[in-house]
T-cell receptor, first 112, second 116 residues
Framework: GQSLEQPSEVTAVEGAIVQINCTYQTSGFYGLSWYQQHDGGAPTFLSYNALDGLEETGRFSSFLSRSDSYGYLLLQELQMKDSASYFC?????????????FGPGTRLSVLP | DVKVTQSSRYLVKRTGEKVFLECVQDMDHENMFWYRQDPGLGLRLIYFSYDVKMKEKGDIPEGYSVSREKKERFSLILESASTNQTSMYLCASALVGRGGSYNEQFFGPGTRLTVL
């Protein structure tokens, strides 16, 4: 079966660092993606980890540990505009290619 | 920039009506997807297509069908709309790389469908 867990809500203040954890159980696991979605907007791609370790893109970093079925998204120097929902999406490879399973999302609120 | 467009931003239909949701992408992507998004449930995959005229069921295909006659266009069809299909519908596309893999999906703005 498949399961996916991430916190439903996280609150932090401007300038702080926040880590959003994601644990998953996905058959045929291939990689882990993160998406950001502002209220009323479409999800937009943030990062993808195929290998263990940390990937850094500006203020955002994403980490994957395949042996622990665990990943996290790290947001540094938080800004008000980072208030959004963040989805982790483990991917699985099957006969038709790669498909992603989206979690319920973590709603991040950044306070002044 | 990749652009994924959806035919309507908001749609109101009556129970039993046939509903067509259209999605067009302009970047020659092989894979296209339809998701629905409901509060607390994240995005759930309805159908996907990895080539013209090819379609595969996702996690929640019941009550839906799809059509992909051209590479750039992927349509979601609700044969007989019901109130439990009231939701936000998101289309996405992806450029497939080596071995059928890809890193990023590009999403359209979504269609908020209300079925009365």
């Amino acid at each position: 079966g498949q399961s996916l867990e991430q916190p439903s809500e996280v609150t932090a203040v401007e300038g702080a660092i926040v880590q959003i954890n994601c644990t998953y159980q996905t058959s045929g696991f291939y990689g882990l993606s993160w998406y950001q979605q502002h209220d009323g907007g479409a999800p937009t791609f943030l990062s993808y980890n195929a290998l263990d370790g940390l990937e850094e893109t500006g203020r955002f970093s994403s980490f994957l540990s395949r042996s622990d079925s665990y990943g996290y998204l790290l947001l540094q120097e938080l800004q008000m505009k980072d208030s959004a929902s963040y989805f982790c999406a483990p991917s699985q490879l099957d006969n038709y290619g790669q498909n992603f399973v989206f979690g319920p999302g973590t709603r991040l609120s950044v306070l002044p | 920039d990749v652009k994924v467009t959806q035919s309507s931003r908001y749609l109101v239909k009556r129970t039993g009506e046939k509903v067509f949701l259209e999605c067009v992408q302009d970047m020659d992507h092989e894979n296209m997807f339809w998701y629905r998004q409901d509060p607390g449930l994240g995005l759930r995959l309805i159908y996907f297509s990895y080539d013209v005229k090819m379609k595969e069921k996702g996690d929640i295909p019941e009550g839906y069908s799809v059509s992909r006659e051209k590479k750039e266009r992927f349509s979601l069809i609700l044969e007989s709309a019901s109130t439990n299909q009231t939701s936000m519908y998101l289309c996405a596309s992806a450029l497939v790389g080596r071995g059928g893999s890809y890193n990023e999906q590009f999403f359209g703005p979504g269609t908020r469908l209300t079925v009365l």
